[in-house]
């Protein structure tokens, strides 16, 4: 496998579950991001990893937990989310060492919270 | 804190006729990218611009920058149905991982 792989594509969940989204990347990136995307609103960076450390926490509630254990793979653990969480969250890498290169994609997971 | 603007959000255009996307920035920034989104899929990488005055050029598409008017465009030439897909421009933040994206510019070519 190529690139950045998300799963599960689609997710139904209740306010009181907790779920994990996951997210794999096989392009030897070491930066790895979470994006939301609500259909009303632009993108929205959550969070960013680079060599497994946190180095961006766009004020995200705390209901979000990322989880990135090596270069590879970002978690996202999902727990009492509302409904107006409901949306496509994606998952990117980058180069390594360098500010400059694109993103790179995954396919997202479409989440929905009844 | 860095807002990227674009315009127009939804563009309705007929095959073979020339458009412009224009994506604003609001502080200082030393790179910036278009993508392409199609319905249900993720973004493509279409061009990475990193110094005033940079130019790219893709087939029909071809996207410049302009470092001190905080301006970005993209270029669409004799537009074909195919190019039909919503483009975003995301700028990044000075020395930083952050990427921040455009609200997204929805473009459909009718024949």
């Known amino acids: 496998e190529t690139g950045v792989t998300q799963t599960p594509r689609h997710l139904v969940m209740g306010m009181t579950n907790k779920k994990s989204l996951k997210c794999e990347q096989h392009?030897?990136?070491?930066?790895m991001y979470w994006y939301k995307q609500s259909a009303k609103k632009p993108l929205e960076l959550m969070f960013v990893y680079n060599f497994k450390e946190q180095t961006e926490n766009n004020s995200v509630p705390s209901r979000f937990s990322p989880e990135c254990p090596n270069s590879s793979h970002l978690f996202l653990h999902l727990h009492t989310l509302q409904p107006e969480d409901s949306a496509l969250y994606l998952c990117a890498s980058s180069h390594p060492g360098t500010f400059n290169s694109p993103l790179h994609f995954g396919n997202g997971t479409r989440l929905t919270v009844t | 804190e860095l807002k990227v603007e674009q315009n127009p959000l939804f563009l309705s255009m007929q095959e073979g006729k020339n458009y412009t996307i224009y994506c604003n920035y609001s502080?200082?920034?030393?790179?910036l990218y278009w993508y392409r989104q199609d319905p249900g899929k993720s973004l493509e990488s279409l061009f990475v611009l990193l110094s005033n005055g940079a130019v790219k050029q893709e087939g029909r598409l071809m996207a410049s920058l302009d470092t001190k008017a905080r301006l970005s465009t993209l270029h669409i030439t004799a537009a074909v149905h195919d190019l039909s897909a919503t483009y975003f421009c995301a700028v990044g933040e000075d020395s930083s991982y952050k990427l921040i994206f455009g609200s997204g510019t929805r473009l459909l070519v009718r024949p």
């Open positions: 502080t200082t920034s030393d790179r």
């Open positions: 392009l030897g990136h070491n930066a």
